[in-house]
């Protein structure tokens, strides 16, 4: 093999918004009038890849990244421009997406591994590795609509990297099944780079991109904005989103409001590490509403699931305060959604609102972004 | 341990296998968890035939051999009609791995093609058991159906190839293809022989290509000599131009199906 793995020339992708359908549309359509809103998800990406390197893309969501991979993996080709790929490619993005439920387990590797770009004699010869790494061999021959979601994925990524792929792309897939099962994924992917397989990973934990990939590209509002070496890519994106970003203020019972004045650790500095002191500070109100009323904080993972919960004792005055929070930052590397709200004690349902800020929590060791929570333990060491 | 293809070769056979996991997949998918099963594939043409035979029998109209004249021709007809139905839409049903994976996108409507062949297969030995136990004599020509098959079959791709993108696009065409087959139905020499249409308008009746179609299978089977020319060429001239109408235009569209979603 010789020549660039992926080459990306001055690639565009248009997408339209809005519904489609409808006798107005047709009418508009058939004349050639006025088109539906469009949004330009990439413009003009540059991009080549050697053989057996590793990158990373990083940025915001609906900076164009997974389009990006949708143009790398042939799904769609671009508006404008061009996309060449040399060699067999397989990508881990929503794996399991082939499979039907009706199937067993066992049908579903062989029509997953045909869609995938292997033969039968491949697939026969590989079938007992899928099935261990999946750990699924008591229920290979169940319809995978019996499958838990977890299992689902698991049988879904254990075929989607065993295809022995020469170019292999990563969405955010690591990030399925159990931490016992999606560190042996990220072992795998990372075993495949050892390989000098070409991977493309698309990620928004740094520690992993740092770990995985030799080079990264940043993407912003569907172009490139920066290339460089994982680490220095990595590192930009982390102050690019440095301390926080606020995502939605919510607008939920007007009687309250919440403002988000300022993240940073205890201590004073802006840089948040696991094992740090983490120290909130915000603006409430309250008009009238329910005298009840307590402020919560809740740091979730990506995913949704709160890693980190705190409710203040004191129910809310009736007035303009300034509320301050500290706790120790136990929550694994990684960027989370940090949320302030009011709700009632004892009703898990009312929220009277709640604002969100995403929060990067920085660390080294990919070993601890495996966890959830992290633990101030004592060690003896003798 | 490389393989001792080339290429090219591996590459086809890898794409001749996905073609056969896909029809592996329409055809088990069908049929699993239903009571009766595969056995299904038997029963809905027998029940056809015997529906047909019913009708006809009242009716007395048909000249030959009876419930044989109008099932001779429902065999491609249900074929075509379920190869048409199920192709069409088989990428807007596929849409969901279509926008996650790449793979050759011609094997959605290729498989159902495939996987309606197969119903055609079981309701063929039925055929036969049916012409045996009518005292029917098997004539050699019958050795042809399968050619006429291929050519139903190439006639149903041209024009799946066409509605297959299309119906991702005009999600309308959902409910205009059933009526569309429907209509072909009444236009086509199923539940009638073609002797019945009246002479002035048979040369317009022909431009359908299943007219001569149908009665070419009626003359392989019941009348034991070859099909006429005439009768076969339409559907040739119109296999052929579906298939590069629409095989140019799958080839434009196959590229960006998944944006449709």
Redesign the interface.
Known sequence: MSGPAIVVENASKRYYLGARGGLRHLGRELLGGRRREELWALRDVDLELEPGRSLALVGPNGAGKSTLLKLISRVTKPTRGSVRVDGRLSSLIEVGAGFHPELTGRENVFLNGAILGMSRREIARRFDDIVAFAELERFIDTPVKRYSSGMFARLGFSVAVHTDPAILLVDEVLSVGDARFRRRSYERVQQLTREHRTVVVVSHQMSMVRRLCDRAVMLEAGRVTCTGTADEVASRYEVALRPHTLVEASVGDPQFQIDILDIRRADGGRNLCTGDEMHVRCQVERQRGSDRAVLTLSLNRVDGLPVLLARCPEPLPLQRTIAEVSFPLLAAPGSYYLHVSVRDPGEPESIHEDVCAVVNIGGEDPYLSAATITIPAKWIVT | MP?SFSPVA?QG??RF??L???V??EV??RY??AYVGVAWAVLQPLAYMVIFTLLFSRMGKLPGSGPLVAYVALVPWIYAAAAIGQSSQSVLGQL????????PRSVLPLSSILAAGLDALIAFVLQLVLMLALGVRLAPTLLLWPFLMLLTGAICLGVSLILAPAIVRF?DLRYIIPLGLQLLLLASPVGYPLDAVPRHLRGWYQLNPFAGLLESFRAIALGGHLPRLDHLLPAVVWAAGLMIVGGCFFRAQE??????V
């Not at chain 2, 279509?98 to 793979?103: E, G, L």
């Not at chain 2, 590229?255 to 449709?260: G, K």
């Open positions: 393989t591996s056979l890898a296998e996905l056969m996991a896909f592996r997949r088990g998918v699993k968890e969901g791995i279509v926008s996650k994976i790449y793979f999600r590229a960006t199906l998944a944006d449709y």
